[in-house]
C-alpha cells in the first residue's frame, strides 16, 4: 500500500464521521437554538434545561438514520479490512 492509497482511505475516513455525525450534529444545534430561544423569551435562567432535550433529539436523530448510517458504516469497515494483507507488500 502506498502513500496514494493511504491519504485517500483516510479522506474517505473523514468525509464518513462527517456524513455520520452531521443528523446528530443538526438536531443537536436546532434544539439547542429552539430551547435557547425559548429561555430567552420567557426569562427563564436555568442553564442545565437544554441538555436534556438535545440528548432526546440526538438519540431521535440516531435512531431515524441508523438505517442509513449502518451500511454506510459496514462497507467502508469491509473495503478497510479487504486492504490488511496489502499492507504488508
Not at 438505517?67 to 490488511?84: K, T, V
Request: hydrophobic share 55%.
Amino acid at each position: 500500500m502506498d502513500e496514494n492509497n493511504l491519504l485517500h482511505f483516510t479522506s474517505q475516513a473523514m468525509q464518513l464521521v462527517l456524513y455520520l455525525s452531521m443528523p446528530a450534529i443538526l438536531a443537536a444545534t436546532i434544539t439547542g437554538l429552539i430551547i435557547g430561544l425559548f429561555q430567552a423569551l420567557t426569562s427563564i435562567q436555568e442553564q442545565t434545561l437544554p441538555h436534556g432535550f438535545k440528548l432526546v433529539a440526538i438519540i431521535f436523530a440516531l435512531a431515524a438514520t441508523i438505517r442509513w448510517m449502518g451500511p454506510e458504516l459496514y462497507s467502508y469497515a469491509s473495503i478497510i479490512f479487504d486492504q490488511i494483507p496489502q499492507v504488508r507488500r
